[in-house]
């Protein structure tokens, strides 16, 4: 059974930064691509950055060049800059587990206001 557990939210400045971390237990193997997705009350989960094999990255368009994923293992990390009000939600980790299915954490909420 595949746990992911998120933390680092909260409430900070705009303009402030803020690193997610998410811990992963069970088996989760280096191919199988990590990530952050975010979702704000009546709208989708949408995507935030991914991390697959070999490190390979891809990003929202709205957070390039301001977020930062990265992984150790079955950490997944995000470190976010320059932070907007509308990054403003809750953020939640995923793991794709190819046959098994996807894994969600329980979501970690980020509010950006001054």
């Known amino acids: 059974q595949v746990r992911l557990v998120e933390s680092g939210g909260g409430l900070v400045q705009p303009g402030g930064s803020l690193r997610l971390s998410c811990a992963g237990s069970?088996?989760?193997?280096?191919?199988?691509?990590m990530g952050w997705y975010r979702q704000t009350p009546g709208e989708r989960r949408d995507l935030v950055a991914l991390i697959g094999s070999g490190g390979t990255t891809s990003y929202a368009d709205s957070v390039k060049g301001r977020f930062t994923i990265s992984r150790d293992g079955a950490m997944v990390y995000l470190q976010m800059n320059n932070l907007k009000p509308e990054d403003t939600a809750v953020y939640y980790c995923?793991?794709?587990?190819?046959?098994?299915?996807?894994?969600w954490g329980q979501g970690t909420q980020v509010t950006v206001s001054s």
């Open positions: 069970g088996v989760i193997f280096s191919f199988n691509p």
């Open positions: 995923y793991a794709n587990l190819g046959a098994r299915g996807i894994a």
